[in-house]
T-cell receptor, first 113, second 114 residues
Framework: SQTIHQWPATLVQPVGSPLSLECTVEGTSNPNLYWYRQAAGRGLQLLFYSVGIGQISSEVPQNLSASRPQDRQFILSSKKLLLSDSGFYLC????????????FGPGTRLLVL | GDSVTQMEGPVTLSEEAFLTINCTYTATGYPSLFWYVQYPGEGLQLLLKATKADDKGSNKGFEATYRKETTSFHLEKGSVQVSDSAVYFCALSDRGGSNYKLTFGKGTLLTVNP
């Protein structure tokens, strides 16, 4: 069966510091991968998605970037965090067979102070 | 563009009450429709889905029917439990290309009291 991992689970970072969040998927090959942010108001915002290694599409221009160095690894980064980057970050994957259905990881809660 | 509108919460019910959370959508094509559930502090879990008109998705006592004529996908459960307390998201999948994207509603917070 497929599983998705995210780490860290919780992170507290000062403004201006760098960020690296990692997402890995097990049990599937060549998944579509997604990064979402959920702010305090509960809505989900799609940040990035990837259909293959090195292929990144950005949905919202902002202070963040994403990379996919391996087939089942998706990384969200920032060089300098802003207060507005605080939120709950969710990674999701979708398989080729049923590409429309996304499965979510447990999330990383980021607090920027 | 595509959009999803779901009823504003919070919704507060007593245990064993009937639940309906309304969801309507706007889409240019023929989307698949989903309900996700998010328990406190956790990621989203797929609750159920429907891929074509008149399909009924069901799971854990929850049901939703894809109504193309009313562009709706309302979530129902006959008897809620305290453990159903969570945020529920309605979503649609854009089939316009190979890069499937989900469009979410804003979520509805459900609280079930014993």
């Amino acid at each position: 069966s497929q599983t998705i991992h995210q780490w860290p689970a919780t992170l507290v970072q000062p403004v201006g510091s760098p960020l690296s969040l990692e997402c890995t998927v097990e049990g599937t090959s060549n998944p579509n991968l997604y990064w979402y942010r959920q702010a305090a108001g509960r809505g989900l915002q799609l940040l990035f998605y990837s259909v293959g290694i090195g292929q990144i599409s950005s949905e919202v221009p902002q202070n963040l970037s994403a990379s996919r160095p391996q087939d089942r690894q998706f990384i969200l980064s920032s060089k300098k965090l802003l207060l507005s980057d605080s939120g709950f970050y969710l990674c999701a994957w979708a398989g080729l067979a049923v590409a429309e259905t996304q499965y979510f990881g447990p999330g990383t809660r980021l607090l920027v102070l | 563009g595509d959009s999803v509108t779901q009823m504003e919460g919070p919704v507060t019910l007593s245990e064993e009450a009937f639940l309906t959370i309304n969801c309507t959508y706007t889409a240019t094509g023929y989307p698949s429709l989903f309900w996700y559930v998010q328990y406190p502090g956790e990621g989203l879990q797929l609750l159920l889905k429907a891929t074509k008109a008149d399909d009924k998705g069901s799971n854990k006592g929850f049901e939703a029917t894809y109504r193309k004529e009313t562009t709706s996908f309302h979530l129902e459960k006959g008897s809620v439990q305290v453990s159903d307390s969570a945020v529920y998201f309605c979503a649609l999948s854009d089939r316009g290309g190979s890069n499937y994207k989900l469009t979410f509603g804003k979520g509805t917070l459900l609280t079930v009291n014993p």
